[in-house]
């Protein structure tokens, strides 16, 4: 039996493993982040504390161990999402996953993106919404992937304003790949990281796999395909329209962005905030909001992004949430 004030959680050796670190690293945050020590003895994981510390750290470790038990590699981003979520009483991601990814399958890290992964899986046109290290286009193109690698559609296509080019990109030099590659590199890099890139090279020699700017889409139509616009804050209204007009049959698309990073000329004339509010509640449309909580990036940033969201609330003479 345990001893007053602690606690002994029966875990198998990865989890455990998982849930120490590298040094011990994961079970320092654990013991800063709840005031209570964190053991790994063998067959398990002990803490030893107060009650109530040491529930909220059991919140922890069992979430950290659900995503070890699916086949999830653990980083300290994954602990410090626990963590947080365990600390706020919030529910864990679940078991949302995609069997894919060249590290093993890929995981919800928080409830937000369960809960995204679901309404991607459900619906014919989904739009993540929030700011950026939330995980909104790693997701939709890694549930896209999923889908082209189980032959659900036939292609992936990514697009995404190329608005530092002005949509003008016939002045550079290069085919369209040339062109068009400095400004969908975060796009190649999700997808490396979700394929391996060999595995991309191949889908993306054979047409099976496609990232191009919005202003290539005007005039297809796209069947059987998975297609995901990023950065659609910098869309403007009507080319908002046009790419989700390209839906064709048997077609699928998910639309991400962040209202509050509007690049263009006139920030009033952004397309994502305004579809979302004449699609939110129709057939066959899901919206997913994320917040600054949501951030699965270096803690910092969580933090960088509600110190914007505040000045912007100060500015626009709202009130101001709570931060950290």
């Known amino acids: 039996m345990s001893a007053p004030g602690e606690e002994f959680l029966p875990l198998p050796d990865a989890a455990a493993r998982a849930i120490a670190g590298a040094a011990g690293r994961h079970a320092a945050l654990i013991e800063d982040a709840f005031d209570v020590l964190v053991e790994t003895p063998g067959g398990g994981v002990s803490l030893r504390g107060g009650a109530k510390n040491r529930a909220a750290a059991k919140r922890a470790v069992k979430t ?20 947080s979520a365990a600390l706020k009483g919030e529910p ?5 996953a995609l069997p894919l990814g060249k590290r093993g399958p890929i995981l919800a890290k928080t409830a ?54 002005g949509e003008r990109l016939g002045f550079l030099p290069g085919d369209l790949t040339e ?12 997808l490396s990281d979700i394929l391996g890139a060999e595995q991309l090279r191949r889908r993306r020699d054979k047409g099976e796999i496609e990232v191009a700017p919005i202003a290539f889409m005007r005039g297809r139509t796209l069947n059987q395909a998975f297609i995901v616009v990023d950065e659609a804050q910098n ?21 991400t962005g962040d209202p509050s990073q509007v690049d263009l000329p006139n920030p009033g ?25 949501d951030v699965v990036r270096h803690p910092l940033v969580e933090r960088i992004v509600r110190a914007y969201d505040a000045d912007a609330a100060r500015q626009a003479g709202l009130p101001i949430r709570g931060g950290d």
Do not use: C
Request: charged share 20%.
């Open 64 to 83: 950290i161990a659900q995503q070890v038990l699916s086949g999830a590699e653990i980083a300290e981003a994954d602990v410090r999402v626990a963590i």
């Open 92 to 96: 864990g991601p679940g078991g949302a």
């Open 112 to 165: 937000a993106q369960a809960a995204y992964l679901e309404l991607l899986a459900s619906n014919e046109l989904v739009f993540g919404v929030g700011p950026a290290g939330t995980g909104k286009t790693f997701l939709a193109v890694a549930h896209g992937a999923s889908l082209l690698l189980r032959g659900q559609v036939d292609r992936l296509v990514v697009t995404r304003p190329a608005v530092e080019a």
């Open 179 to 190: 062109k068009v590659d400095p400004y969908m590199a975060p796009v190649w890099e999700a």
């Open 235 to 255: 869309a403007s209204r009507l080319q908002m329209k046009m790419v989700l007009t390209r839906l064709g049959e048997g077609a699928r698309m998910a639309v």
């Open 269 to 293: 004339d952004s397309g994502l905030a305004h579809a979302v509010g004449i699609l939110d509640g129709t057939k066959g449309v899901g919206v997913a909001r994320f917040r600054a909580e």
